[in-house]
């Protein structure tokens, strides 16, 4: 049974740094896709960043150059470092996992949350100006 736990999540000024953490276990295909996704109150759910198995990353506009995703495989966990946040960053956070989508001859992990299969409870964070 895949499990995804994520953890990291607090109140921070605008301009500070969290790191969120994400372990998972139980996923046992090698083409595995890791994601982080977030929900503000009253918005839809959207993809904030995804990582291939063999680490090539995606992120989503309004967060390159201040987030970045990563995972140590030996210890199953992925990351999120979120730098620079501002108060819009506030939602809760999930980690999430799914296989990794083909199109043509090229893999890719999606920033669209159907495409992932397995979820964490979430975490929560806030940024005040």
């Known amino acids: 049974q895949v499990q995804l736990v994520e953890s990291g999540g607090a109140s921070v000024q605008a301009g500070e740094s969290l790191r969120l953490s994400c372990a998972y276990s139980?996923?046992?295909?090698?083409?595995?896709?890791m994601g982080w996704f977030r929900q503000a109150p009253g918005k839809a759910r959207e993809g904030v960043a995804s990582i291939l198995s063999d680490g090539i990353t995606m992120h989503v506009d309004s967060v390159k150059g201040r987030f970045t995703i990563s995972k140590v495989n030996a210890n199953h966990t992925l990351f999120l470092q979120m730098d620079s946040l501002k108060p819009e960053d506030t939602a809760l956070y999930y980690c999430?996992?799914?296989?990794?989508?083909?199109?043509?001859?090229?893999?890719?992990?999606?920033?669209?949350?159907?495409?992932?299969?397995?979820w964490g409870q979430g975490t929560q964070v806030t940024v005040s100006s």
């Open positions: 999430a996992a799914g296989a990794e989508q083909l199109i043509g001859w090229v893999r890719i992990c999606s920033l669209l949350d159907d495409d992932y299969n397995y």
């Open positions: 139980g996923y046992t295909s090698s083409r595995l896709c």
